[in-house]
């Protein structure tokens, strides 16, 4: 007798038996004898201890529909809550004697054929100079946990890096960022710019704010002939009043800000530019303000629970860094990184499809995700964003409060 | 609504469909099909028109409408250099490694072997920063003559072979013989002479049809070769009227249905079976199925109407009378250039051609349809009727028809849960 016509054998007394099936945007985790039932859909969650049919609901096999008596569905708040909260369905079994079916939640990425992978390339970052005048607070870390300009002693010429982005239009890169260095010092930068607007992808140029009135008449000269975005980078403390007035010159283009913050006084200053709806406020670890991140950065439950992960969401963080995927940095000596705090990947010189593909299969930067030892054992593990940057200058796996 | 029973997957899926709300018509533009050219890594070239058999159920034989011009016609060499040095103005910025697959058809490939091995010393000196590879679709009688060529360039060799000899015997000779141990001697001395090669790059497939069964036809090459042949029902569209009667006899209405879900013996062909495709469909509607992981964090908003079609030469068809097409299966009414006018090639007109097709299904059938969300119908496959013109769809949908379908899933899935791995499987560690 096979063994699902056995339970259903087994049940057939007088009890009433029904059918528990849960909907297949429901996810089901289970650790350390606890249950998370989490409704992508709405965002909401069921909490539970974890019991026998919980753990039989959950085995993929089973398709997310279990029959149970109702001594249980009586003794068992949760079920009573899945139904309430429209997790699932309860089915008589007396109206429905064959077994109802759902899908277990799993994420199918269809085989790519080898050609498709630079596909999944999106965004390159490029450094064509490294070299600035500015003396910035911050120059040799910041860019560590964030897309930042900063100095290195090379130049890339040209045509070098002109001969590599020939396969810009055979891949799915759709934008590209410009930063230095003081990017504006780039001798070639109009040819630059001439020759990667033909590509029709988004192109941003990353520019430390400190340096927009020494190029002022050049900005707004390549403003004129080319079509990119402005980002400009902000370290705190700034000057609000200097801010203002290069808002105001720059009303008429496309430009983004990103403000540096490391303390709470520097959020509030921060803040006053909020109006400005192209604003970023990106927290910044130098060395001391471990409290403010701890206060400011770091995930407790409620910040995870009151989240609405999607269902999309849940599966990126299984599958991929969500922060570095399809994302590639290129120095001016040529080297190419998935992420700066890590060995380089290649060089402009290598075959941009094997680096693609050794990222894809093994890469340990776009396929990083939360399976270290704190996280495998959390109920949060796949709600939780991808490990970042800060992590790594951190040197924590974790950016939370929760200790499983 | 309907009044039959929707089962729980049923009611996700409509419920999916409902809220997903078309945002226009999707175009192509001239751009568009530039970068396809640029991109290009799927050709296939018949190389010519004749064929050493004579299977009562070919699809260019009697019991179908074919094209009338069509007969032994031989593409030339001239034709594969005018296809080439065209293609090679768009491959100039082409990343050194690219992958370009060339595929031979035919009629039999073989019988103009001279110009498939033309084609390949061609590529290769002509293209030498790029990587071919080769495949090749054979009827096996010619290949005790040619295997060794065939080996030394790596293709891939797909050998048609429909079973037994009794299950072959409608593969028979333009004189009305079997072809059954001819073609199985080359087989197998293929396979004793270069058994790696064997190993790695044969394959084959069967028709099914009334003198064969699936799982016969499985037991039959898994034993002798220890192959697992894909499986091709009769083609039933596009049957001449006159001949109906004859097609009907042949046909194995029972080919390849749902219920036959053990004779998948392997994954690879379970994906790719209609049911398959709709379970990868239903995970795609609930979200649960991508094309590749970027689609996972970019997204695109966009959800316009774009039926199952490729975009003009995403795929190169070049036919043996030298004509291109969209790809191997589509009718020659929708040639879009002649190889050797390409100078003339009007890759705007193409574009226009391509969503004025699309715009006029769209207004007269697609509208009507309650899987248009969910389409994956070619326009220019034979599955649309009207000569061209607008006409009927084979795959239009009301909505009792989709609860159906999707019903008929869900209760698929019930029967075989096993199913729902295997798809996992095949994608996630084939």
């Given at each position: 007798?096979?063994?699902?016509?056995?339970?259903?054998?087994?049940?057939?007394?007088?009890?009433?038996?029904?059918?528990?099936?849960?909907?297949?945007?429901?996810?089901?985790?289970n650790?350390?004898g606890?249950?998370?039932?989490?409704?992508s859909?709405?965002?909401?969650?069921?909490?539970?201890?974890?019991?026998?049919?919980?753990?039989?609901?959950?085995?993929?096999?089973?398709?997310?529909?279990?029959?149970?008596?109702?001594?249980?569905?009586?003794?068992?708040?949760?079920?009573?809550?899945?139904?309430?909260?429209?997790?699932?369905?309860?089915?008589?079994?007396?109206?429905?004697?064959?077994?109802?079916?759902?899908?277990?939640?799993?994420?199918?990425?269809?085989?790519?054929?080898?050609?498709e992978?630079?596909?999944?390339?999106?965004?390159?970052?490029?450094?064509?100079?490294?070299?600035?005048?500015?003396?910035?607070?911050?120059?040799d870390?910041?860019?560590?946990?964030?897309?930042?300009?900063?100095?290195?002693?090379?130049?890339?010429?040209?045509?070098?890096?002109?001969?590599?982005?020939?396969?810009?239009?055979?891949?799915?890169?759709?934008?590209?960022?410009?930063?230095?260095?003081?990017?504006?010092?780039?001798?070639?930068?109009?040819?630059?710019?001439?020759?990667?607007?033909?590509?029709?992808?988004?192109?941003?140029?990353?520019?430390?704010?400190?340096?927009?009135?020494?190029?002022?008449?050049?900005?707004?000269?390549?403003?004129?002939?080319?079509?990119?975005?402005?980002?400009?980078?902000?370290?705190?403390?700034?000057?609000?009043?200097?801010?203002?007035?290069?808002?105001?010159?720059?009303?008429?283009?496309?430009?983004?800000?990103?403000?540096?913050?490391?303390?709470?006084?520097?959020?509030?200053?921060?803040?006053?530019?909020?109006?400005?709806?192209?604003?970023?406020?990106?927290?910044?670890?130098?060395?001391?303000?471990?409290?403010?991140?701890?206060?400011?950065?770091?995930?407790?439950?409620?910040?995870?629970?009151?989240?609405?992960?999607?269902?999309?969401?849940?599966?990126?963080?299984?599958?991929?860094?969500?922060n570095?995927?399809?994302?590639?940095?290129v120095?001016?000596?040529?080297?190419?990184?998935?992420?700066?705090?890590?060995?380089?990947?290649?060089?402009?010189?290598?075959?941009?499809?094997?680096?693609?593909?050794?990222?894809?299969?093994?890469?340990?930067?776009?396929?990083?995700?939360?399976?270290?030892?704190?996280?495998?054992?959390?109920l949060?593990?796949?709600?939780?964003?991808?490990?970042?940057?800060?992590?790594?200058?951190?040197?924590v796996?974790?950016?939370?409060?929760?200790?499983? | 609504?309907?009044?039959?029973?929707?089962?729980?997957?049923?009611?996700?899926?409509?419920?999916?469909?409902?809220?997903?709300?078309?945002?226009?018509?999707?175009?192509?533009?001239?751009?568009?099909?530039?970068?396809?050219?640029?991109?290009?890594?799927?050709?296939?070239?018949?190389?010519?028109?004749?064929?050493?058999?004579?299977?009562?159920?070919?699809?260019?034989?009697?019991l179908?409408?074919?094209?009338?011009?069509?007969?032994?016609?031989?593409?030339?060499?001239?034709?594969?250099?005018?296809?080439?040095?065209?293609?090679?103005?768009?491959?100039?910025?082409?990343?050194?490694?690219?992958i370009?697959?060339?595929?031979f058809?035919?009629?039999?490939?073989?019988?103009?072997?001279?110009?498939?091995?033309?084609?390949?010393?061609?590529?290769?000196?002509?293209?030498?920063n790029?990587?071919?590879?080769?495949?090749?679709?054979s009827?096996?009688?010619?290949?005790?003559?040619?295997?060794?060529?065939?080996?030394?360039?790596?293709?891939?060799?797909?050998?048609?072979?429909?079973?037994?000899?009794?299950?072959?015997?409608?593969?028979?000779?333009?004189?009305?013989?079997?072809?059954?141990?001819?073609?199985?001697?080359?087989?197998?001395?293929?396979?004793?002479?270069?058994?790696?090669?064997?190993?790695?790059?044969?394959?084959?497939?069967?028709?099914l049809?009334?003198?064969?069964?699936?799982?016969?036809?499985?037991?039959?090459?898994?034993?002798?070769?220890?192959?697992?042949?894909?499986?091709?029902?009769?083609?039933?569209?596009?049957?001449?009227?006159?001949?109906?009667?004859?097609?009907?006899?042949?046909?194995?209405?029972?080919?390849?249905?749902?219920?036959?879900?053990?004779?998948?013996?392997?994954?690879?062909?379970?994906?790719?079976?209609?049911?398959?495709?709709?379970i990868?469909?239903?995970?795609?509607?609930?979200?649960?199925n991508?094309?590749?992981?970027?689609?996972?964090?970019?997204?695109?908003?966009?959800?316009?109407?774009?039926?199952?079609?490729?975009?003009?030469?995403?795929?190169?068809?070049?036919?043996?009378?030298?004509?291109?097409?969209?790809?191997?299966?589509?009718?020659?009414?929708?040639?879009?250039?002649?190889?050797?006018?390409?100078?003339?090639?009007?890759?705007?007109?193409?574009?226009?051609?391509?969503?004025?097709?699309?715009?006029?299904f769209?207004?007269?059938?697609?509208?009507?349809?309650?899987?248009?969300?969910?389409c994956?119908?070619?326009i220019?496959?034979?599955?649309?009727?009207?000569?061209?013109?607008?006409?009927?769809?084979?795959?239009?949908?009301?909505?009792?028809?989709?609860?159906?379908?999707?019903?008929?899933?869900s209760?698929?899935?019930?029967?075989?849960?096993?199913?729902?791995?295997?798809?996992?499987?095949?994608?996630?560690?084939?």
């Amino acid at each position: 007798m096979p063994i699902f016509d056995f339970l259903i054998f087994l049940t057939m007394d007088n009890k009433e038996t029904y059918w528990v099936v849960i909907y297949p945007y429901v996810f089901i985790f289970n650790k350390g004898g606890k249950t998370l039932f989490y409704n992508s859909e709405t965002g909401e969650s069921i909490f539970s201890e974890t019991n026998r049919e919980i753990l039989e609901l959950s085995k993929p096999e089973n398709m997310y529909s279990l029959l149970v008596d109702e001594n249980v569905l009586t003794k068992s708040h949760v079920f009573r809550q899945i139904i309430e909260k429209h997790f699932g369905e309860l089915i008589p079994f007396e109206k429905c004697n064959k077994k109802p079916v759902s899908i277990y939640p799993q994420c199918l990425i269809e085989r790519q054929e080898e050609e498709e992978l630079i596909f999944e390339l999106k965004e390159l970052t490029i450094m064509l100079t490294g070299e600035c005048s500015l003396k910035c607070i911050g120059c040799d870390y910041i860019y560590k946990q964030c897309l930042w300009c900063h100095k290195k002693a090379d130049v890339i010429p040209f045509n070098r890096i002109k001969s590599f982005l020939g396969f810009i239009p055979l891949s799915g890169v759709s934008q590209i960022n410009i930063i230095g260095g003081d990017i504006l010092t780039y001798v070639s930068i109009d040819e630059f710019l001439l020759y990667v607007t033909e590509f029709k992808v988004k192109i941003r140029i990353f520019l430390h704010y400190e340096l927009v009135n020494k190029h002022l008449e050049k900005l707004l000269k390549l403003f004129g002939n080319y079509d990119f975005s402005l980002v400009l980078l902000i370290n705190s403390p700034f000057i609000y009043e200097v801010l203002l007035e290069i808002t105001r010159k720059f009303e008429k283009f496309k430009v983004n800000y990103k403000v540096l913050v490391s303390s709470e006084k520097d959020y509030e200053n921060a803040i006053k530019l909020s109006s400005n709806d192209n604003l970023d406020i990106i927290p910044i670890y130098n060395g001391k303000n471990l409290s403010f991140f701890v206060d400011n950065v770091f995930l407790n439950k409620e910040d995870i629970i009151n989240s609405h992960v999607s269902m999309k969401e849940i599966f990126a963080h299984k599958l991929i860094n969500t922060n570095t995927f399809g994302k590639l940095v290129v120095y001016p000596d040529g080297q190419i990184f998935a992420n700066v705090n890590k060995s380089p990947i290649g060089t402009i010189d290598d075959n941009i499809y094997k680096i693609i593909q050794s990222q894809l299969i093994e890469g340990s930067d776009w396929r990083s995700i939360r399976i270290n030892k704190e996280c495998l054992n959390c109920l949060f593990q796949w709600l939780c964003p991808s490990p970042s940057d800060y992590g790594i200058v951190l040197n924590v796996k974790n950016m939370c409060h929760l200790s499983p | 609504m309907a009044e039959q029973n929707v089962e729980i997957l049923t009611k996700i899926v409509l419920e999916k469909l409902m809220r997903k709300q078309l945002t226009g018509i999707s175009r192509v533009t001239e751009r568009d099909i530039i970068n396809n050219l640029r991109n290009l890594a799927d050709i296939t070239i018949a190389v010519t028109e004749r064929c050493n058999l004579n299977c009562s159920y070919c699809v260019y034989g009697g019991l179908y409408e074919t094209d009338p011009l069509r007969n032994n016609r031989d593409l030339n060499e001239e034709a594969i250099r005018k296809l080439f040095n065209f293609l090679s103005d768009y491959w100039q910025d082409r990343v050194k490694g690219s992958i370009i697959s060339i595929a031979f058809y035919g009629g039999e490939p073989l019988l103009n072997m001279k110009l498939v091995k033309h084609t390949v010393e061609y590529l290769f000196m002509t293209f030498p920063n790029f990587k071919f590879t080769f495949r090749i679709t054979s009827n096996g009688l010619l290949l005790n003559k040619y295997m060794d060529f065939l080996v030394e360039k790596s293709f891939k060799l797909l050998i048609s072979l429909d079973g037994n000899r009794f299950h072959n015997s409608h593969r028979v000779t333009q004189n009305g013989k079997e072809s059954f141990d001819i073609v199985v001697k080359n087989v197998d001395k293929l396979k004793e002479v270069y058994p790696d090669y064997f190993e790695k790059y044969v394959s084959f497939n069967a028709v099914l049809h009334n003198r064969n069964n699936a799982i016969e036809v499985l037991d039959f090459i898994k034993n002798k070769y220890g192959k697992k042949p894909k499986l091709s029902p009769l083609a039933t569209d596009g049957i001449n009227k006159e001949n109906g009667t004859i097609f009907n006899s042949i046909l194995n209405k029972n080919s390849i249905l749902p219920g036959e879900y053990k004779s998948f013996k392997d994954e690879e062909e379970f994906v790719n079976s209609s049911i398959g495709k709709n379970i990868r469909q239903l995970l795609s509607t609930i979200g649960m199925n991508y094309h590749d992981y970027s689609s996972l964090i970019y997204s695109n908003s966009r959800n316009e109407f774009h039926t199952g079609s490729c975009t003009p030469l995403r795929k190169l068809f070049l036919s043996a009378d030298g004509k291109i097409l969209p790809c191997a299966n589509v009718s020659h009414r929708y040639v879009l250039a002649d190889v050797h006018e390409l100078n003339k090639i009007d890759i705007l007109a193409i574009a226009d051609k391509h969503n004025d097709l699309i715009n006029r299904f769209y207004n007269s059938v697609c509208q009507k349809c309650a899987s248009i969300t969910i389409c994956h119908t070619c326009i220019y496959s034979r599955d649309w009727t009207g000569d061209g013109e607008v006409g009927h769809c084979r795959h239009l949908t009301n909505i009792n028809q989709l609860i159906s379908e999707q019903n008929m899933i869900s209760r698929y899935l019930a029967s075989y849960p096993d199913a729902y791995f295997r798809l996992f499987n095949f994608f996630n560690n084939g």
